[in-house]
């Protein structure tokens, strides 16, 4: 089964910069879209990002479009996600989320995706 596990988040000052590991431990079957979301208390999961497995296609939410970037690396099952520029508002956990074929043209909605991580906490100081 496929299990994905952030890391990388902590606490970082306004204007600070981390980059969020997601690594699928599990076994990957073909080609899936990769998202990242985020989630505060109370809050539905919002959507930040999402890449293709091919790495051909990217989205940003308008949010974070200009200061991030998120990318993979095929050989160790990992996608990547670099906040630059963090924003007290960008506190929140971060999701990773695997879009398993047949992939969603919906790319922005959590439903669009069948396997979930647990997160990883990004918390900017102000």
């Known amino acids: 089964q496929v299990q994905l596990v952030e890391s990388g988040g902590g606490l970082v000052q306004v204007g600070g910069s981390l980059r969020l590991s997601c690594a699928d431990s599990g076994r990957t079957f073909g080609l899936y879209n990769m998202g990242w979301f985020r989630r505060t208390p109370g809050k539905e999961r919002e959507f930040v990002a999402m890449?293709?497995?091919?790495?051909?296609?990217?989205h940003y939410a308008d949010s974070v479009k200009g200061r991030s970037a998120i990318s993979r690396d095929n050989a160790t099952n990992t996608v990547y996600l670099q906040l630059n520029s963090l924003k007290p508002e960008d506190t929140a956990v971060y999701l990773c989320?695997?879009?398993?074929?047949?992939?969603?043209?919906?790319?922005?909605?959590?439903?669009?995706?069948?396997?979930w991580g647990r997160g990883t906490q990004v918390t900017v100081s102000s």
């Open positions: 890449i293709t497995w091919s790495g051909r296609f990217v």
């Open positions: 989320a695997a879009d398993r074929p047949p992939v969603s043209s919906n790319y922005v909605s959590e439903y669009a995706y069948d396997e």
